[in-house]
């Protein structure tokens, strides 16, 4: 069974850092495109990051390019983002989600976890 679980989200100042993980279960996300996106309130959900099997394929946001980094450890079938000199506008539900495209486009994506709030304010 597919599961994605995200974790790591919280309030945090302008300004701050924060590192999100998704865990990967009933498949192994190395051989997927795996995505980060994010919902504000009354706002549609966005694709923040993603990749695919190859490091060259990172695909980042404009809004977040040079503040967000997207990683895995294959060992422990993880994906992270790691989210530095954040804005309150990053502020929303961040959900980790796997597909078959390497696209920021939430269409592309099946499978999604449940999501991690993240509140940047000060």
Do not use: H
Not at 71 to 90: F, G, H, I
């Amino acid at each position: 069974q597919v599961q994605l679980v995200e974790s790591g989200g919280g309030l945090v100042r302008p300004g701050g850092s924060l590192t999100l993980s998704c865990v990967a279960s009933g498949f192994a996300s190395r051989y997927y495109s795996i995505g980060w996106f994010r919902q504000a309130p009354g706002k549609e959900r966005e694709g923040v990051a993603c990749f695919g099997y190859s490091e060259e394929s990172k695909t980042y946001a404009d809004s977040v390019k040079g503040r967000f980094t997207i990683s895995r450890d294959n060992a422990k079938n993880t994906v992270y983002l790691q989210m530095n000199s954040l804005k309150p506008e990053d502020t929303g539900v961040y959900y980790c989600a796997r597909g078959g495209l390497i696209s920021l486009a939430p269409l592309a994506y099946i499978d999604w976890g449940q999501g991690t709030q993240v509140t940047v304010s000060s």
